[in-house]
Structures are given as C-alpha cells and as structure tokens.
C-alpha cells in the first residue's frame, strides 16, 4: 500500500493555527448560549464539533492538493466532507431532538451543532468572510431574537 508522505512539525504554519483556533473559539462561543441554559450540548461539545469539521477540512484539502487534485490519478472528491459531516450532525441532532407532552425540546441545538459544523467547514477552507458573517449572524439569531421572542410570543415555549 502507497501512504502519503507525513507531514512534519515545522510545517505548522500561522494559517493552520488560525485556521484551527478561530474555528475552535467560534466553536465554543456558539455554544455559550446553550451552555448559560444549561442545555444538553453546551460549549464543550459545539465547540469540538466545529473544530472536527475544521480540522476534516484542512486535512482534506491538503490530501486532495498532496495527491495531485483534478491532474492526479487519485479520483478525490472533496464534497464528500460536506456530506459526512452532515451524516454524523443529523446523528447526533436526532438524538438530541425529544418529543413530550405536545412539544418538540431541542429542536434548536441541533441547528446550532449543524451551524457549528459549517462554520468548523468554512474556517478550515480559509474562507473568512463566510466564517465572519455566519457567526455575526447566528450569535444575533440566537441571542437577539430570544428577547423579541419572550418580548411579543410570550405564551410560546421560548425558553429553550
């Protein structure tokens, strides 16, 4: 079996570190939301999940670079990351998902694990902009829209 050549450590560059930690520390402050709730899966968990897709995205670009890319002989298809991911996220959302008594109980943190998976993606691929206006406009989603929900749905079940 042919391997790829290992990658050695003076190879960890200022782009991988920012890659990784930005991911990792958006990771984690989509999760504070959920954590100041005291819901299932808080900082910890929102914030490994969007470092792993991070983390899978800088490794499969580099593989699929390594290996020669559309020219190689290799028949990568870097969207599968997309798509793997989006398998274990679904996973994972639907055990989180409960239904009682008439009502449906962290449908929102699954959402929030998903997001934080795409933006673990998009921070691993480089692409700031994207990483930038997705966590500006899901911290408002989540944090803003929670006041005008209590404010004028005040009968609705808003508190999770």
């Given at each position: 079996?042919?391997?790829?050549?290992?990658?050695?450590?003076?190879w960890?560059?200022?782009?991988?570190?920012?890659?990784?930690?930005?991911?990792?520390?958006?990771?984690?402050?989509?999760g504070?939301?959920?954590?100041l709730?005291?819901?299932a899966a808080?900082?910890?968990t929102?914030?490994?999940?969007c470092?792993?897709?991070?983390?899978m995205?800088?490794s499969?670009?580099?593989?699929?670079?390594?290996l020669?890319?559309?020219?190689?002989a290799?028949?990568?298809d870097?969207?599968?990351?997309?798509?793997?991911?989006?398998?274990?996220?679904?996973?994972?959302?639907a055990?989180?998902?409960?239904?009682?008594?008439?009502?449906?109980?962290?449908?929102?943190?699954a959402?929030?694990?998903?997001?934080?998976?795409?933006?673990?993606i998009?921070?691993?691929?480089?692409?700031?902009?994207?990483?930038?206006?997705?966590?500006?406009?899901s911290?408002?989603?989540?944090?803003?829209?929670?006041?005008?929900?209590r404010?004028?749905?005040?009968?609705?079940d808003?508190?999770r």
């Open positions: 079996m042919e391997l790829n050549d290992p990658i050695i450590v003076q960890i560059d200022a782009q991988l570190l920012s890659r990784l930690g930005v991911a990792a520390v958006l990771g984690l402050l989509l504070l939301d959920r954590e709730r005291g819901l808080g900082m910890r929102h914030g490994l999940i470092f792993s897709a991070a983390l995205t800088v499969m670009i580099a593989l699929y670079n390594e020669g890319g559309d020219s190689g290799s028949r990568m870097p969207l599968r990351v997309f798509e793997a991911t989006g398998a274990f996220i679904g996973i994972i959302g055990g989180l998902i409960v239904f009682s008594k008439g009502s449906v109980k962290n449908l929102t943190t959402a929030h694990l998903w997001l934080a998976a795409v933006i673990g998009a921070s691993g691929a480089g692409q700031w902009p994207l990483v930038l206006i997705g966590s500006i406009i911290l408002v989603m989540l944090t803003l829209l929670r006041y005008v929900e404010k004028y749905f005040p009968d609705d808003v508190t």
